[in-house]
């Protein structure tokens, strides 16, 4: 049984080594640092999917300063457990839990044209929009080239 739960400082290697082999195998996600991932985890803005003690699945929220809308990142499944519902899951709780602390909020996924996952945007109410559309401090990290953007507006 795989669970969904928040991300602990424990388990910051283990995050860093999923998403990193992900990365070199289909470069669907970027590097990441310890220091990011710590970030996250500090800042309960981090899930893991676990299983018999093990990180099959992670996926963060990065808040942007500017616009203050949560970008999804580092979405990432062990492909040895894909197919299960796992990225919604993860997607899912990561809203569901930063709701509770914020009454309105602007959720985006931006991804390759190419890269899995967009099903669970959409069926999680996500609708793709123009990257012209996306704040300009979203793409300080990464090029506009071959994207995708989804984006979902909560309490608004």
Known sequence: MVSIILARKGQIEDIIKLINKEHWRS???????????????????????VTN????????????????????????????????????????????????????????????????GNGILLDLGFREISLEDVPKELFTIRSHSERRAFRLDVGK
């Open 27 to 49: 470069n669907a996600v970027m590097q990441v640092t310890k220091r990011g991932v710590s970030r996250w985890v500090k800042d309960k803005r981090s899930v893991v999917a």
């Open 53 to 116: 003690g093990i990180v099959v699945g992670h996926q963060a929220l990065n808040l942007w300063p500017k616009s203050k809308w949560a970008e999804f990142r580092s979405a990432v499944v062990d492909e040895r457990f894909r197919g299960q519902g796992i990225g919604y899951k993860m997607t899912k709780k990561l809203i569901g839990d930063f709701m509770k602390g914020n009454r309105q909020a602007t959720f985006v996924s931006i991804k390759n044209k190419t890269e899995r």
